[in-house]
């Protein structure tokens, strides 16, 4: 079924930079033959997924839609990818993305945009613009993605499906290519709620080949779907529906509140002061960051070399810019130049001292509340072309996603409606590992 979709709508959609059908229906009978021999299924069996080509999989090519990994065939497999196929899921490809998880439109693909399903004069969102494409359109079941500042929820909300970003540690990053090590984890992009409960309970869980993830236990995520929400208390900082959201995507906010009301939550309004730092904080942290883990990038150890160079250094350089597109270069720039020497005091150390503030904002209120609640993001999506010329137009648009990964918390997003014929998304964040509040308020919301 998945890939007769895909034969019908891909042409349109261009979700995938990969769709490895002979991989997927091998392991199509293989599960097939499992399942008539075992009363022992995996809780994904046979359900056909979609997988970020940033997360890297054994013997099949992984670009992180950049030119200088066009040529990539991992030797070794993610957790999270072994975690899948332990779960029985089947991999049908490798969705598209910006280049290194760097954007927030899937236009920063070195390869070709995506386009909305829901319009395909607009962008799908991004950094995994491929994976919410793909689920949006029923290609796929449901898929993963990564989240450094956004780019799991911000597509969701983009495209109407539901993306979770789990709190950080939960989900392995070991092999997840590294754009921001301190911000990105992965996380399941789905049809519904119940779906990203069923991926989380898969991918979760402590691996000690990740020295960041966290040795927690893992709470059953499905059994507390029940519906029942009653004395849910729900933030909603004033930061997060005040000027430049949308009013039409306030609108479908509000409305959101009346129906988490009727389900017996209260609702009050908080202040998260320093929301207003935020897009800067993580322009500075994440470059930084990035900058430093692209240096890997060197025509030796991966991907793809110049053939033009005459000695090393001209090699480095060459294949560097070669390789790497605009936005890449971008960040790379901006990163080496926070944490040079003379520089670092001004940007890169203050910059870790507002994160700490953000995070200190979030602790006050979740020593209140259960939740918070707000749009995923100010706008619906836009049109291809509409930001790609103008870097900061691109990056406040992430304005509302940010702050929680700087925080580590975990978020999810799910459809509230349309506005226009596009859709809107509503996020709620909670407070450290505490995923099954999320979930079960968004599952009641649903
Ligand atoms: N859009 C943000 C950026 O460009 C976040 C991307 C992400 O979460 N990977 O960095």
Same mark, same amino acid.
């Given at each position: 079924?998945?890939?007769?979709?895909?034969?019908?709508?891909?042409?349109?959609?261009?979700?995938?930079?990969?769709?490895?059908?002979?991989?997927?229906?091998?392991?199509?009978?293989?599960?097939?033959?499992?399942?008539?021999?075992?009363?022992?299924?995996?809780?994904?069996?046979?359900?056909?997924?979609?997988?970020?080509?940033?997360?890297?999989?054994?013997?099949?090519?992984?670009?992180?839609?950049?030119?200088?990994?066009?040529?990539?065939?991992?030797?070794?497999?993610?957790?999270?990818?072994?975690?899948?196929?332990?779960?029985?899921?089947?991999?049908?490809?490798?969705?598209?993305?910006?280049?290194?998880?760097?954007?927030?439109?899937?236009?920063?693909?070195?390869?070709?945009?995506?386009?909305?399903?829901?319009?395909?004069?607009?962008?799908?969102?991004?950094?995994?613009?491929?994976?919410?494409?793909?689920?949006?359109?029923?290609? &796929?079941? /449901? @898929?993963?993605?990564? %989240?450094?500042? =956004?780019? +799991?929820?911000?597509?969701?909300?983009?495209?109407?499906? #539901?993306?979770?970003?789990?709190?950080?540690?939960?989900?392995?990053?070991?092999?997840? &290519?590294? /754009? @921001?090590?301190?911000? %990105?984890?992965? =996380?399941? +992009?789905?049809?519904?709620?119940?779906?990203?409960?069923? #991926?989380?309970?898969?991918?979760?869980?402590?691996?000690?080949?990740?020295?960041?993830?966290?040795?927690?236990?893992?709470?059953?995520?499905?059994?507390?779907?029940?519906?029942?929400?009653?004395?849910?208390?729900?933030? #909603?900082?004033?930061?997060?529906?005040?000027?430049?959201?949308?009013?039409?995507?306030?609108?479908?906010?509000?409305?959101?509140?009346?129906?988490?009301?009727?389900?017996?939550?209260?609702?009050?309004?908080?202040?998260?002061?320093?929301?207003?730092?935020?897009?800067?904080?993580?322009?500075?942290?994440?470059?930084?960051?990035?900058?430093?883990?692209?240096?890997?990038?060197?025509?030796?150890?991966?991907?793809?070399?110049?053939?033009?160079?005459?000695?090393?250094?001209?090699?480095?350089?060459?294949?560097?810019?070669?390789?790497?597109?605009?936005?890449?270069?971008?960040?790379?720039?901006?990163?080496?130049?926070?944490?040079?020497?003379?520089?670092?005091?001004?940007?890169?150390?203050?910059?870790?001292?507002?994160?700490?503030?953000?995070?200190?904002?979030?602790?006050?209120?979740?020593?209140?509340?259960?939740?918070?609640?707000?749009?995923?993001?100010?706008?619906?999506?836009?049109?291809?072309?509409?930001?790609?010329?103008?870097?900061?137009?691109?990056?406040?648009?992430?304005?509302?996603?940010?702050?929680?990964?700087?925080?580590?918390?975990?978020?999810?997003?799910?459809?509230?409606?349309?506005?226009?014929?596009?859709?809107?998304?509503?996020?709620?964040?909670?407070?450290?590992?505490?995923?099954?509040?999320?979930?079960?308020?968004?599952?009641?919301?649903?």
């Amino acid at each position: 079924e998945s890939l007769k979709r895909i034969a019908e709508v891909e042409k349109d959609v261009q979700a995938f930079l990969l769709v490895d059908e002979e991989q997927a229906r091998e392991r199509a009978k293989a599960i097939d033959q499992d399942i008539a021999v075992s009363e022992d299924l995996g809780i994904l069996a046979g359900l056909p997924m979609g997988v970020k080509d940033n997360i890297v999989t054994e013997g099949i090519r992984t670009t992180c839609a950049s030119r200088i990994l066009a040529n990539y065939e991992p030797i070794y497999s993610a957790t999270v990818y072994k975690r899948m196929l332990a779960g029985q899921a089947i991999m049908i490809g490798k969705t598209n993305m910006d280049e290194f998880a760097m954007g927030s439109s899937t236009e920063h693909s070195a390869f070709h945009p995506s386009y909305n399903p829901w319009n395909l004069d607009y962008v799908p969102g991004g950094s995994s613009g491929g994976s919410a494409a793909a689920v949006a359109a029923r290609e &796929v079941y /449901f @898929a993963l993605g990564s %989240d450094t500042g =956004g780019s +799991i929820r911000q597509p969701a909300s983009f495209t109407g499906v #539901v993306g979770l970003k789990p709190t950080y540690g939960l989900v392995s990053r070991f092999g997840l &290519v590294a /754009f @921001a090590s301190s911000l %990105d984890q992965i =996380g399941p +992009i789905t049809k519904n709620v119940e779906d990203a409960a069923y #991926v989380l309970q898969t991918l979760a869980g402590y691996d000690e080949l990740d020295s960041t993830s966290a040795n927690v236990s893992i709470p059953d995520y499905i059994t507390p779907l029940t519906g029942e929400i009653k004395g849910l208390r729900i933030a #909603v900082p004033k930061e997060y529906m005040g000027e430049g959201v949308d009013p039409a995507v306030k609108e479908k906010m509000l409305e959101a509140l009346k129906v988490f009301e009727n389900l017996g939550a209260v609702w009050e309004e908080v202040s998260l002061p320093h929301t207003e730092y935020a897009v800067a904080t993580y322009y500075i942290l994440a470059p930084s960051e990035a900058s430093s883990n692209l240096a890997r990038y060197d025509g030796v150890r991966y991907g793809v070399r110049t053939d033009s160079a005459e000695n090393l250094i001209e090699m480095y350089k060459k294949t560097r810019s070669e390789g790497f597109g605009s936005e890449v270069k971008r960040r790379i720039m901006l990163g080496t130049y926070a944490l040079s020497s003379g520089y670092y005091d001004a940007y890169y150390r203050k910059a870790q001292k507002v994160r700490t503030l953000i995070k200190q904002d979030f602790e006050q209120i979740f020593a209140k509340y259960d939740l918070i609640f707000g749009p995923t993001v100010p706008t619906t999506a836009f049109r291809i072309g509409e930001k790609i010329s103008d870097p900061l137009q691109m990056y406040v648009n992430d304005i509302l996603t940010i702050p929680v990964n700087l925080a580590g918390l975990p978020a999810i997003s799910i459809p509230a409606g349309l506005v226009n014929g596009l859709p809107v998304g509503l996020q709620l964040i909670g407070k450290h590992f505490d995923e099954v509040t999320i979930l079960r308020a968004a599952y009641a919301f649903e």
